[in-house]
């Protein structure tokens, strides 16, 4: 059994701005270009929105779609 790649909050306690609870680290779909990755995220336990950190939207997300689309 595989789990994915985990990517933490760039620091800090992270609150859900709709549920006021802590975000938790969880199990997250994210598609892009008929590819499915499943990444661990902090996500409010409630709701499910997701806070995808700063640093991986603007470096690892950003070198795969580079990627994806040089495909």
Not at 27 to 50: E, H, I, M, W
């Amino acid at each position: 059994m595989s789990m994915g790649p985990s990517y933490g909050p760039d620091g800090g306690q992270w609150v859900c701005g709709r549920c006021r609870v802590p975000l938790e680290q969880g199990k997250v779909p994210v598609f892009y270009l008929n590819s499915a990755f499943d990444v661990f995220l902090p996500r409010c336990p409630q709701c499910g929105l997701t806070l995808v950190p700063k640093s991986l939207a603007e470096g690892k997300m950003a070198e795969v779609e580079a990627l994806l689309e040089d495909k």
